[in-house]
């Protein structure tokens, strides 16, 4: 274990979580069986966000309270003004202080989410030289160098598709929201929902084809792999004099191998899901918050505001799941492989 470097790794999961995690000590505890982390701990981390985004975000929803009850107030007491234009004009401008204060609010989301992507492609782009390293000590030299390629292939196609298509299209989605609800007739909603479509199939096709490429592939390469150490072993074995002695050295010396592989890759699993708790439960807060905020002002305020309030709780549930699929994606990587090559 102390030919395996875990610098990179360390450095990395210092600038994302603190000094308070140590890789290496997690590789030693999931080599052993142990616990990799405390679920009171865990409790007590989320309850804190949670009190936090509350903190942060509750002057954004105090305007949105005060905004969406003076737009019902100039709505519905619409016959004071001799001219009812007034009252229209009004709503606009209200309105359209709202659009700003959602956008803001939804770029400081979209901030959060492509933050934590960035620092899931950093992890496994560390982690890879270091875990397949490991993964040749088990002589599944083959299996290494094929999952080797894929990953550096997946973590550059994540970068495309999140960067290129997925974010740009979940910020379309929320513009023709807002754009959707200023007038009384909604003349884009079938186009957005459209684009919440196309993003919401995309992260199931991903999903679907990174596993399938798992299923196929550990099918086919571990066995060749595994089939190759069992002839050398035996191999070694037919040795006269030394042939036992030999054999039962070549597997304690695979076997260690393959507990600090599987050691390395359950660090790697809890690394990852502890790099994307706190953004997640930011989102869900977030996308909470919008969705009771449209449910209490729904009785009194205006539909089309209403109605914009859930949009953009859809958009941050879209950046939710694009996190949380991502997340996923690298979870069943690290696992299959881990799982496949430890027979």
Same mark, same amino acid.
């Given at each position: ?71 019902? %107030?100039?709505?519905?007491? !619409? #016959?004071? +003004? $001799? &001219?009812?234009? *007034? =009252? @229209? ?129 550990? %099918?086919?390469?571990?066995? !060749? #792999?595994? +089939? $190759? &150490?069992?002839? *050398? =072993? @035996? ?109």
């Amino acid at each position: 274990m102390e030919e395996i470097d875990f610098g990179e790794i360390q450095k990395l999961l210092d600038e994302v979580l603190g000094d308070g995690m140590n890789f290496g000590d997690l590789v030693s505890e999931g080599m052993q069986g142990g616990s990799l982390f405390s679920w009171k701990r865990l409790g007590e981390i989320l309850q804190k966000i949670f009190l936090e985004e509350l903190l942060v975000q509750k002057q954004l929803w105090m305007h949105i309270l005060i905004l969406a009850i003076a737009a019902a %107030v100039l709505l519905h007491f !619409a #016959d004071v +003004f $001799r &001219n009812k234009n *007034v =009252s @229209q004009i009004s709503f606009c401008m209200i309105y359209m202080i709202l659009f700003l204060l959602l956008i803001t609010s939804f770029q400081n989301s979209m901030g959060i989410a492509r933050e934590v992507l960035g620092h899931i492609r950093d992890f496994m782009t560390v982690l890879a030289p270091s875990y397949f390293m490991a993964m040749t000590f088990t002589s599944y030299v083959t299996s290494a160098g094929v999952y080797y390629e894929f990953l550096l292939l997946l973590i550059s196609m994540v970068r495309w598709f999140t960067e290129r298509f997925l974010l740009p299209c979940i910020q379309v989605y929320v513009l023709l929201t807002l754009a959707n609800h200023l007038s009384k007739e909604e003349r884009l909603s079938r186009l957005t929902e459209f684009i919440g479509m196309v993003v919401e199939w995309s992260l199931k096709a991903v999903l679907a084809a990174v596993t399938g490429f798992h299923l196929i592939q550990g %099918v086919i390469t571990p066995a !060749a #792999d595994a +089939f $190759r &150490n069992t002839t *050398v =072993s @035996q191999s070694i074995e037919m040795v006269p004099g030394v042939g036992d002695i030999g054999g039962s050295v070549t597997d304690m010396v695979l076997g260690s191998a393959m507990l600090i592989k599987n050691g390395i890759g359950a660090a790697a699993l809890v690394a990852l899901v502890l790099i994307c708790l706190v953004p997640l439960f930011k989102l869900a807060v977030i996308m909470a918050a919008y969705y009771a905020l449209a449910a209490i002002l729904q009785p009194v305020s205006d539909e089309r505001i209403t109605e914009c309030l859930g949009g953009m709780g859809n958009g941050v549930r879209l950046l939710f799941q694009a996190v949380f699929t991502i997340l996923v994606l690298f979870l069943l990587t690290i696992a299959l492989t881990t799982a496949l090559t430890g027979r």
